[in-house]
């Protein structure tokens, strides 16, 4: 029996496809290298010693997807494929609104249809809108900001509406904080089309060279530097948490909401400091005006799944830096070879 990873050549999927191979999973990877490369399977293998199944398709093809469905023993699916960039949601909400939410009721209807009752959700922090306190926890009110963080509350409140009316659908809904950091092996990691949009991308696009400086937006911000504080987590404990959730819905629990964060909120200029001493590289950056819709602050309360799923961040901010320039440092094109 295998599971479904829509989206695993992608960051936080290829990471997430490692995890299962190593927790002895048999995997099998959709993607429709839209915003990751072929290159990935290649080092997902020299990792694992295990080459993924992969099939080439937008999930919203649902009668390639019903193919994929048919061929394979599926047991469940985790489902990391999206469009994720914020600004982008904003000049393009029809594509967004498309991509994400067509894309996930073919999948569910397929998994229907096959009687595959085990699903994983990528969602996001961004749910909790601008959060009256910190640390958040699951039961905060949801709201969004832009057409992305939408598409993530969508499916959420579909997926609840599902599972409430079907008892043998199990749901693991997983809201990240700040993804970041690299497998180990400095050969996956983050590969953003074009300019960065997040943080630590663009610091490790400054220390390679590729970028001049860094701005920080804003230090005006109700918070200890002035600077927004967030909560990263290493990329490898979030894939680890994938995996825990999976073991979670072995025990058919219907619909299940969790955290995955560190609990600690560090600011930009903590972030740049640390990356600075992690990485021997001075960061130039200078502070400019806020960023239209940014929050001053956003940290988990992580400590539902750690009791209910036995899983906790293992990494600090020092291997995040540490993971996060190796792999831009060997790989400063990211895939293109
Ligand atoms: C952003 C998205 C969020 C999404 C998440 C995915 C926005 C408004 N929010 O979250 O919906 O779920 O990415 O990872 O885009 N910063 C700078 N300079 C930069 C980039 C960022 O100062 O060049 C600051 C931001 O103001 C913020 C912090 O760094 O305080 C983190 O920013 P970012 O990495 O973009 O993540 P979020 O804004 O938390």
């Known amino acids: 029996m295998a599971v479904l990873v829509t989206g695993g050549m992608g960051y936080i999927g290829s990471h997430t496809t490692i995890s299962l191979i190593e927790a002895g999973q048999e995997v099998i990877i959709v993607d429709d290298l839209s915003n990751s490369s072929v290159v990935v399977l290649n080092r997902i293998e020299a990792i694992t010693g295990v080459r993924p199944k992969f099939y080439e398709l937008n999930v919203m093809d649902e009668s390639a997807l019903t193919q994929v469905f048919s061929e394979n023993e599926i047991e469940s699916v985790i489902h990391f494929a999206a469009y994720k960039a914020v600004g982008e949601s904003v000049e393009k909400p029809l594509e967004y609104y498309t991509n994400n939410i067509v894309n996930t009721l073919t999948l569910l209807r397929v998994m229907k249809a096959h009687g595959v009752h085990k699903f994983v959700f990528s969602s996001s922090a961004t749910v909790y809108g601008d959060p009256h306190k910190c640390p958040i926890t699951e039961d905060f009110p949801l709201s969004t900001t832009n057409p992305y963080g939408s598409t993530k509350l969508m499916i959420e409140d579909m997926l609840r509406d599902i599972a409430k009316a079907d008892a043998t ?53 109700p918070t200890h530097d002035g600077t927004g504080v967030r909560d990263y987590i290493h990329v490898v404990d979030l894939a680890d948490g994938h995996v825990k959730a999976l073991q979670k819905l072995d025990e058919l629990p219907g619909l299940v909401t969790y955290n995955l964060g560190t609990g600690n909120g560090l600011s930009v200029l903590d972030l740049v400091k640390a990356f600075s001493e992690a990485s021997g590289q001075e960061i130039p950056y200078q502070i400019v005006a806020r960023r239209a819709g940014d929050i001053a602050m956003c940290y988990a309360d992580a400590s539902l799944a750690n009791k209910e799923l036995g899983w906790t961040a293992k990494y600090g901010v020092k291997e995040m830096c540490e993971d996060s320039w190796r792999w831009q440092s060997n790989n400063p094109n990211g895939y293109e070879i």
């Open 169 to 221: 659908f199990n749901v693991a809904i997983l809201r990240y904080f700040n993804p970041v950091g690299a497998h180990k092996s400095g050969t996956i990691g983050e590969e953003p089309n074009g300019i960065p949009n997040n943080l630590m991308p663009y610091i490790t696009k400054v220390a390679v060279g590729k970028l001049s400086r860094l701005n920080v937006f804003g230090d005006d911000y």
